[in-house]
């Protein structure tokens, strides 16, 4: 038995960068000029069938185990969360979700959503996870998304941190 968690921190100088910790299948992804990219790396048997090449991608979204943990929170006393950082640039948003996210919407499906709330995390927030209930919501929905915004007057760091949905 574990749970999932992922975090983030940024540290705003002297070049803005966001800093992820995570364990399990919560994720984290980069929005940025329309492309979203996942910062981390799911800790499921699945992901580890998957980055050994025993599996497709096809096989992978209907396996039985997909959900199954390889790492998590309260899984024994070695385990390290993953660790990574990205720059950040103006206007970027940063998405924080638990599976309960991804397994009903992929990132093709969480694109248009948030080019639709126009760089207002709250709506993101609430717009992801309404899609997602609709979708079924198999299971908890947790989304927080920030906005990662600089201010060329003041050289200000602003961020909009909504809080988690469920």
Do not use: W
Request: charged share 20%; with cysteine; proline share 6%.
């Amino acid at each position: 038995m574990g749970t999932t968690v992922v975090a983030m921190t940024i540290t705003p100088t002297p070049t803005p960068v966001a800093h992820i910790a995570h364990l399990g299948d919560s994720r984290a992804y980069r929005f940025h000029a329309g492309i979203l990219t996942q910062l981390t790396r799911d800790h499921t048997l699945v992901a580890m069938l998957l980055e050994r090449g025993l599996i497709t991608d096809a096989t992978a979204r209907a396996y039985p185990d997909r959900q199954v943990l390889a790492k998590g929170l309260g899984m024994g006393l070695d385990m390290e969360p993953e660790l990574t950082s990205t720059p950040l640039n103006h206007e970027d948003l940063l998405l924080l979700c638990s599976d309960g996210l991804t397994k009903m919407l992929d990132d093709a499906d969480i694109v248009p959503i948030l080019l639709h709330a126009q760089n207002n995390p709250r709506r993101a927030c609430h717009d992801l996870v309404e899609q997602a209930l609709q979708r079924g919501g198999e299971d908890n929905v947790t989304v927080i998304v920030c906005a990662y915004t600089t201010s060329t007057e003041a050289g200000n760091l602003a961020i909009d941190k909504t809080p988690p949905a469920m």
